[in-house]
């Protein structure tokens, strides 16, 4: 009975029983609840369950493929979960410093199509996964029929 009441008082001072008792919920990298738990040991993904901490904490963007977030983050104070401002707004944290960056759209001709703020907003907008065009533009070739670059051509040599 010591050793159990001792083990419990240790990962309450170190902060792991606090933490694994928090909700957690997974979100596809579409934005979408893709599964509520009552606490990161229950997720059933007990190899990666540091990882899914790290990406809670916002130390780390995605784990075993889905966005993660405890129940307490200040993202759910905003918005409703499900609606299309809280999937924006979520999808907008992860987005790398790349993705971050304006984007121009050409045609196969090389004339310019749109200026956008992000890659994200262009897939949004022409709804195809943002991966598409970022991979498109790290690679030089075309996606869903068209050219993409940064605004700023510099950032590729970095």
């Not at 083990?7 to 919920?25: E, R």
């Not at 993660?68 to 987005?95: H, M, V």
């Amino acid at each position: 009975m010591y050793a159990k009441e001792r083990m419990q008082q240790h990962m309450v001072l170190n902060g792991s029983m606090i933490m694994s008792k928090k909700k957690v919920y997974k979100f596809s990298t579409l934005g979408n609840l893709v599964g509520t738990y009552d606490s990161i040991s229950k997720t059933g993904m007990y190899v990666k369950s540091g990882r899914i901490g790290a990406c809670c904490n916002r130390r780390s963007l995605f784990c075993g493929g889905y966005i993660w977030r405890y129940s307490n983050d200040p993202l759910f104070d905003k918005y409703e979960i499900g609606t299309e401002e809280f999937k924006d707004a979520l999808l907008q944290e992860c987005l790398s410093y790349v993705e971050r960056q304006k984007v121009i759209q050409y045609t196969l001709d090389g004339e310019i199509v749109k200026k956008w703020d992000n890659s994200y907003l262009a897939a949004k907008s022409l709804n195809c996964h943002i991966f598409l065009i970022t991979r498109a533009m790290i690679s030089k070739k075309e996606a869903l029929g068209f050219k993409w670059d940064y605004n700023n051509s510099e950032i590729r040599r970095r």
